[in-house]
């Protein structure tokens, strides 16, 4: 059985996806998603978008598309005048993409890692973008953010960091606010099996495995399988005690791939 932690939109997707390739698969979200706590600040940021005052939106997942592109704002990009500001959207991989042309943004307008990039991630991102980037181009950053954080969300900034080093200007904006989901005791009985049955936990998240540990205190994870989908997540697992941790690229085919060849 493999376990889909994504917040619960995507794990569902996720599921369907896998059990069409004939993998066992259920969905256990281990992120909640809820609206922002600052929705004026989101519409400022829509609205200035609109008007081409980014030279690009860097989404940095799914969910951030999903919360902040509108069909007006998405709209917009490809209405933009010929002599504006030719806003891009940036993604950091493969599935955030097909989510923003899902949302009515253009392809053309869409940058995001090459196919065959090691990892779905800002680095790989940064090498297809970082031409774009000098004095006086502006980047907006939608994401998200923990209840009671930042009003300029929580996440890695080192995207931002080489955007400002290239010259350029980072603002950000906070689309959604994640937390820890609430479980219901059915969800917590699997959650307790799937630590020693020999399920495979897909994790895609390093906050997800921190609320995966802190919803079952004390829980040993030796007994664990996990597959990671990024370098990072996989060394939190180990660190977390997980028995068993292999990794694999993000994209569904890497993933159904990797589960396929487990023994």
């Not at 931002?160 to 010259?167: E, N, T």
């Not at 917590?188 to 020693?196: D, F, N, V």
């Amino acid at each position: 059985m493999v376990i889909v932690t994504r917040p619960e939109r995507e794990a569902l997707q996720w599921v369907a996806s896998l059990q069409a390739r004939g993998i066992d698969a259920l969905a256990l979200p281990l992120i909640a998603i809820t609206p922002p706590a600052d929705v004026q600040a989101l519409e400022l940021a829509r609205a200035q978008v609109q008007a081409g005052a980014y030279s690009a939106v860097m989404v940095v997942s799914s969910n951030a598309g999903q919360h902040f592109f509108d069909h007006k704002t998405a709209l917009a990009l490809t209405q933009q005048a010929q002599d504006a500001i030719k806003t891009r959207a940036w993604s950091p991989g493969p599935g955030t993409a097909r989510a923003l042309q899902a949302l009515g943004v253009e392809g053309s307008r869409i940058d995001t890692p090459a196919p065959d990039a090691a990892q779905f991630d800002s680095e790989s991102l940064w090498a297809q973008v970082h031409s774009q980037v000098g004095p006086g181009a502006r980047v907006l950053i939608v994401r998200g953010t923990e209840a009671g954080a930042t009003q300029e969300g929580t996440g890695r900034d080192w995207l931002a960091q080489q955007i400002r080093a290239a010259g350029g200007a980072v603002d950000f904006v906070v689309a959604y606010t994640r937390g820890a989901p609430v479980w219901n005791a059915p969800q917590q009985a699997l959650a307790r099996e799937a630590a020693s049955d020999g399920s495979l936990w897909l994790l895609s998240s390093s906050q997800a495995l921190e609320h995966l540990c802190a919803a079952l205190p004390g829980q040993d994870w030796r007994q664990a399988r996990a597959l990671a989908t990024h370098p990072r997540i996989a060394q939190a697992a180990r660190n977390a005690g997980f028995g068993e941790v292999r990794e694999c690229r993000p994209a569904l085919a890497d993933v159904a791939a990797s589960i396929e060849s487990q023994p």
